[in-house]
């Protein structure tokens, strides 16, 4: 297994949780959190390049902004996503993915990743 996220769990809606994916040899990917909910596609919610793009080191989805932030510790050979404020609409499997071969601006596509993880569930209520 190559990516193994964690973190998830159930909480209030205003509430944080910070998830956790850890992985193996993705240290110069570029990785992405997405996420499901039930009967609903991939959604993607914030990216992290693997190369310093001056200001655009990260990106995220609209739904999430100014809420969640994504960051990396190479020296850990993780990533993170810290969610703030939760929403009830925040409720879904969340899911790592790395090895991205997509074209540059579409790194919250889910189809640009080749590598996925088992996922970790959050619920808020």
């Known amino acids: 297994v190559q990516l193994v996220e964690s973190g998830g769990g159930s909480v209030q809606a205003g509430g944080s949780l910070r998830l956790s994916c850890a992985h193996s040899r993705y240290t110069h990917s570029t990785m992405g959190w997405f996420r499901q909910a039930p009967g609903k596609e991939h959604e993607g919610v914030a990216a992290?390049?693997?190369?310093?793009?001056?200001?655009?080191?990260?990106r995220y989805a609209d739904s999430v902004k100014g809420r969640f932030t994504i960051s990396q510790d190479n020296a850990k050979n993780k990533v993170y996503l810290q969610m703030d404020s939760l929403k009830p609409e925040d409720t879904a499997m969340y899911y790592c993915?790395?090895?991205?071969?997509?074209?540059?601006?579409?790194?919250?596509?889910?189809?640009?990743?080749?590598?996925w993880g088992q996922g970790t569930q959050v619920t808020v209520s």
């Open positions: 993915a790395a090895d991205f071969r997509g074209l540059m601006g579409s790194e919250l596509h889910a189809s640009g990743y080749k590598d």
């Open positions: 992290i390049y693997a190369i310093y793009y001056g200001d655009r080191s990260t």
